[in-house]
């Protein structure tokens, strides 16, 4: 009767992990995840953030082992690029984020998912910033880590495609998952009413301190950027 149990236990957690990987990681997931911690990489981790609550741990990529030392990923762009072993462990090693708060299996998988995506946007840095890139893995995985680039011209390096833009509406976030707040001054993933703040989740209510805060560091209004109809029929809903 025991090992009925554990097996049942172990199949409806199975069961779970597989439904919410096809549906999308839940906000609340991501930002418990991980956060922002030194690194200049806000719009590095906003980009990988948004993507997952959207199409899920499985739905960004397809991967095929070449050698025991090199793997070819394809996105859904239909883009197929080739990571080293030494290039992903590399990427893990950049990958500077807080990660206190991750202590389930589950949170485990969206860091580990979430590193992949950071090797495959240094590996696509040079398409999407040709004048930016220094055309090396290791150069261009180190920009990225340092730089809070202009996300609004790198929407594609998850091989997502092109991101609808919405110029300065405020309102526009509710309702919203897998989306990009960017100014100048900082890039923050952001679902519905909750925003990923540097060091913690703020629910997006105006004129609180935590908005205050927020917006307070940008000076202007948002430009938000959300995911395509096309993309979201593909991946289905989610939190």
Not at 40 to 58: E, P, Q, R, T, W
Not at 130 to 146: A, C, E, G, V
Request: net charge positive.
């Amino acid at each position: 009767m025991m090992k009925k149990n554990i097996l049942y236990t172990f199949l409806c957690i199975q069961i779970s992990l597989t439904f919410a990987m096809a549906q999308g990681v839940p906000a609340d997931s991501l930002i418990k995840a991980y956060r922002q911690d030194t690194a200049n990489n806000c719009a590095s981790i906003a980009l990988i953030k948004a993507n997952l609550n959207v199409f899920g741990l499985d739905g960004l990529y397809t991967q095929r082992k070449l050698s025991d030392s090199t793997t070819e990923f394809t996105l859904k762009d239909k883009r197929k690029i080739t990571l080293s072993k030494r290039e992903t462990e590399l990427a893990r090693s950049h990958f500077r984020v807080d990660t206190s708060d991750a202590k389930s299996p589950y949170l485990h998988e969206v860091i580990a998912t979430s590193q992949i995506c950071y090797a495959i946007m240094a590996k696509t840095f040079s398409d999407e910033f040709p004048q930016l890139s220094k055309k090396s893995f290791d150069k261009d995985l180190d920009y990225i880590t340092q730089t809070s680039f202009d996300i609004r011209f790198g929407t594609n390096l998850l091989g997502t495609g092109d991101y609808t833009i919405i110029m300065k509406r405020y309102a526009s976030i509710y309702g919203k998952k897998g989306a990009v707040v960017w100014s100048p001054h900082h890039t923050v993933f952001a679902n519905n009413t909750t925003c990923d703040m540097p060091g913690n989740s703020s629910v997006f209510k105006k004129w609180t301190k935590s908005y205050i805060r927020f917006w307070g560091r940008m000076y202007i209004d948002p430009e938000l950027t959300t995911v395509p109809e096309k993309y979201l029929r593909e991946a289905g809903s989610s939190k």
